[in-house]
């Protein structure tokens, strides 16, 4: 250990051989060092825990510079204390010699005697030696003597307590006696004023007089004097102090215990904001001492105060606080010629340039979109009583034309391509310049060669070609063919029973065959095979198809009746 080496500098190989044994140690294969009780030492203990400061270091390993020294404990309990007047045995009955020359005990000299100064001290008179005090040594230890309410007796505060008390009592008997005094006294002298008012036959002839207004006007007089709730009143000085708060009230700072909230200031004891930001100021219990501050009248207050400052900047003799009516009065006067040189100002700007008419607002109602207006709708929604109200309008915006375009984008729709576009010009594009007419005419051409071109696939068309009339007549005859409502399968459609019935057959034949591919298929089949002139699926087949179809949905498609 490091404990273990000299108070000398180690030479290089002597530093090598402590190395080397302290890493013995640690190892396990040498045994530890032993303090002065033979108890051993962690080898594994921090060097600057192990060594011993300078002023400790005995030049052996050691750990007793780390352990706490031992003293008698008895000592320095907090209660030992000297035992206030107790005296040691009788009084002696002779002065003796080396005693205190005033009151002759042996304990103390003359210089420190603590009763008072005799005419002639006990060392002549020899009489009413005082008992000898017992000195006592109380040992006390560190914090007995830095206890600044050690030997305190608490007895002593009450008698001062009951002294005050009593001083408190006697005082506030003798305010009683005074009121009661001059109670008395106003009272003699009402009772004297109506009896003589009754002799002359004047007052009403009422033998109780406890219960006139003369002395219940007395009794709201002197209740003046009497001490008022929460406050600590003298009558005579008018003297009040009152109490910083009532302690019932919860403190500002137990609100909200977050700490990211309103700071608090000790000192003022002045939260000025908000502690619950979700609370609206009006149903929050304490809304912040800044919303004190701005709501009722103190505005308006402190536009009087400011308005008393500048006052008093500018030379008048004015103090919101010496004279407030002054300062109100001013004010108000202040405000009124304010209000009067502004409407001058304002007529005379309009005389000069003129644009009166553009200072007149409309109603509020119309600005704000609000209005008092009763209405009164049915359980349908329909109005009953007042003006019914306009339809809300959504967020986005509504009849906006762009590009010269007459109708919105998605008034029109294209039955033949299935797109969207614009009713003024038939346009499928978004955000395209309007053509008008010109692009109707297009969009009509170029729809009808999409129908012609998809009805040469399906059948020839006659030689001669048709005039222009015929042709567009023709291509919207083929548009209903193709899109009819007979050919899609709905709307009413007339079947041929003999027909439908071979279709059926046939269905049935193609069922037992193992064939179930769907209409798509088979339409693909004739038209390769040439079963038919016709590539187009008949109504009867189609009607044939959906009566043999299987329903793989259908809950009931499984059921066998076993009971049967």
């Not at 002597?14 to 640690?26: G, V």
């Amino acid at each position: 250990m490091a404990s273990a080496s000299a108070t000398g500098k180690l030479s290089r190989e002597e530093f090598r051989r402590q190395k080397d044994l302290d890493a013995a140690r640690k190892a396990g294969t040498a045994p530890a060092a032993l303090d002065e009780e033979g108890k051993a030492i962690n080898p594994h203990i921090p060097q600057y825990i192990a060594q011993a400061p300078w002023y400790l270091d005995t030049g052996a390993p050691s750990l007793s510079h780390q352990r706490m020294p031992e003293y008698d404990r008895s000592a320095d309990k907090l209660d030992n204390w000297y035992d206030r007047g107790v005296k040691a045995g009788p009084a002696a009955k002779k002065y003796r010699k080396g005693a205190c020359e005033n009151c002759g005990a042996m304990t103390h000299k003359r210089a420190d005697c603590l009763e008072r100064p005799r005419r002639r001290g006990a060392r002549y008179t020899n009489k009413d030696i005082a008992q000898d005090e017992v000195i006592q040594d109380v040992a006390s230890g560190y914090d007995a003597k830095r206890d600044r309410w050690n030997g305190y007796d608490p007895a002593e505060h009450k008698r001062v307590y009951e002294e005050y008390a009593a001083v408190e009592a006697a005082r506030q008997k003798l305010r009683e006696e005074e009121i009661d005094k001059q109670t008395t006294t106003d009272l003699a002298a009402v009772r004297k004023i109506a009896h003589t008012g009754k002799e002359k036959g004047e007052g009403p002839h009422d033998d109780d007089f406890g219960s006139s207004d003369e002395e219940d006007e007395d009794a709201d007089k002197y209740a003046e004097a009497a001490d008022a709730v929460g406050q600590k009143l003298d009558t005579k000085t008018r003297i009040t102090v009152r109490n910083l708060r009532i302690r019932e009230d919860t403190a500002k700072y137990l609100i909200n215990l977050d700490p990211s909230s309103a700071y608090y200031d000790p000192k003022t004891r002045s939260m000025r904001d908000n502690p619950l930001k979700n609370v609206p100021p009006e149903e929050a219990r304490f809304a912040g001492d800044n919303f004190m501050r701005f709501s009722g009248e103190a505005p308006e207050v402190q536009k009087l105060q400011l308005f008393a400052w500048n006052a008093a900047a500018r030379g008048n003799d004015v103090h919101m606080n010496a004279n407030p009516t002054q300062g109100q009065l001013l004010h108000q006067s202040f405000q009124h010629k304010k209000e009067q040189l502004k409407d001058i100002t304002k007529s005379s700007i309009l005389a000069t340039y003129g644009g009166e008419e553009y200072l007149q607002k409309a109603p509020k109602e119309l600005l704000q979109g609000q209005t008092e207006e009763y209405v009164e709708f049915s359980r349908t929604g329909q109005v009953i009583k007042g003006k019914e109200r306009t339809a809300v309008r959504s967020k986005y915006p509504e009849d906006v034309h762009v590009n010269n375009h007459m109708a919105v984008w998605g008034s029109w729709y294209d039955p033949a391509s299935g797109e969207w576009g614009y009713a003024c010009c038939h346009s499928t594009t978004h955000l395209s310049y309007c053509t008008g007419e010109a692009g109707i005419e297009a969009a009509q051409a170029s729809s009808a060669q999409r129908l012609l071109a998809s009805s040469l696939s399906s059948s020839t068309i006659s030689e001669q070609p048709p005039a222009p009339n015929d042709a567009a007549e023709e291509r919207k005859k083929k548009a209903e063919e193709l899109y009819s409502k007979k050919r899609l399968g709905e709307g009413e459609v007339a079947l041929n029973n003999e027909r439908l019935a071979q279709a059926i057959q046939e269905e049935k034949k193609r069922k037992a065959r193992g064939e179930d591919a769907d209409t798509d298929e088979r339409f693909g089949k004739r038209q390769k095979g040439g079963q038919s002139g016709s590539s187009e699926v008949t109504q009867e087949e189609l009607e044939a198809y959906r009566m043999n179809r299987r329903m793989t949905e259908d809950p009931m498609a499984n059921y066998v009746d076993t009971d049967a």
